[in-house]
């Protein structure tokens, strides 16, 4: 009797699962080399989560997986950079190199600085040009800066917050009697008559900037030296990054906006 040959069981059709995978994580790491070295591009922090988000969950022939051509991301438009948010934060960043550009004269007179942080683009006026000692009246020779100023906050869409601040010397005498009771009272006071100058000067928009007073309390510098003191005392003018005016139009405020807080850890 022959023998009966084995019957071989026939090999699955296709690519074996691991190697679609395998090819789904290539292309999401593609995309992501792509976003991070596009000249043009400034990949925001919302930019990334998004990135790293289509690397949870299930991949490949599996349900349920999130990727940047399928499901919740495709319905956000398919490239993450052609979201909203990072195109205004785009255009904020190419209105930090064009401040840069137009108070060159006062970043090297040292009147004013610029740098950005997590709240967005920050104009610091140095307080000892712009005020007398103790005093919360501004001098009309700072005029024309506040003018370069006002013409840049016009130009965005952002809302704008003014923040006073001053080193951790105790008020003096004179101080006391021109109302300054504390240093909270006078970095109120001084960026109360920025925001007052621009909005009435400057015809910067009412609803579009707002104030706040930090007294000593945010230092950027040590107060230990006369030159880090000269820096803590300074007027900041923060263009808020994601916080917009066309927020608050045909829209009923239930709430106080924007929602200035940030996380100082």
Same mark, same amino acid.
């Given at each position: 009797m022959a023998k009966e040959k084995k019957r071989k069981k026939s090999a699955p059709k296709g690519p074996p699962g691991? %190697? =679609?995978t395998m090819g789904d994580m290539n292309n999401l790491l593609m995309c992501f080399f792509i976003i991070l070295m596009g000249e043009e591009t400034v990949a925001t922090a919302d930019d990334f989560k998004m990135i790293i988000s289509s690397f949870r969950g299930n991949l490949g022939m599996m349900e349920g997986g999130n990727t940047i051509s399928?499901? /919740? %991301?495709a319905e956000m438009g398919h490239n993450v950079t052609a979201l909203p948010s990072s195109e205004k934060n785009k255009a904020l960043g190419k209105k930090m190199a064009k401040a840069q550009e137009a108070? /060159?004269?006062e970043i090297q007179a040292k009147y004013i600085s610029i740098r950005e942080d997590e709240r967005g683009l $920050? $104009?610091? @006026?140095?307080?000892d040009f712009f005020f007398d000692p103790g005093s919360a009246a501004l001098r009309e020779e700072m005029f024309p800066v506040l003018a370069k100023v006002g013409n840049i906050i016009k130009n965005v869409p952002n809302f704008i917050r003014i923040e006073g601040h001053t080193d951790n010397r105790p008020v003096s005498a004179t101080m006391l009697r021109d109302g300054f009771k504390t240093n909270w009272y006078l970095s109120s006071a001084r960026s109360l008559s920025v925001l007052q100058h621009l909005s009435e000067e400057e015809s910067v928009d009412q609803k579009q900037i707002s104030s706040a007073a930090f007294g000593e309390f945010r230092p950027i510098e040590d107060n230990s030296t006369p030159e880090g003191r000269a820096y803590n005392r300074r007027v900041d003018i =923060? $263009? @808020?990054?994601?916080?917009y005016l066309e927020e608050t139009k045909d829209k009923? $405020?239930?709430?106080p906006l924007p929602d200035?807080?940030?996380d100082w850890r």
């Open positions: 691991w %190697m =679609v399928r499901g /919740k %991301m108070f /060159k004269a $920050i $104009i610091s @006026l140095a307080s =923060v $263009i @808020l990054k994601e916080r009923r $405020i239930n709430r200035e807080e940030w």
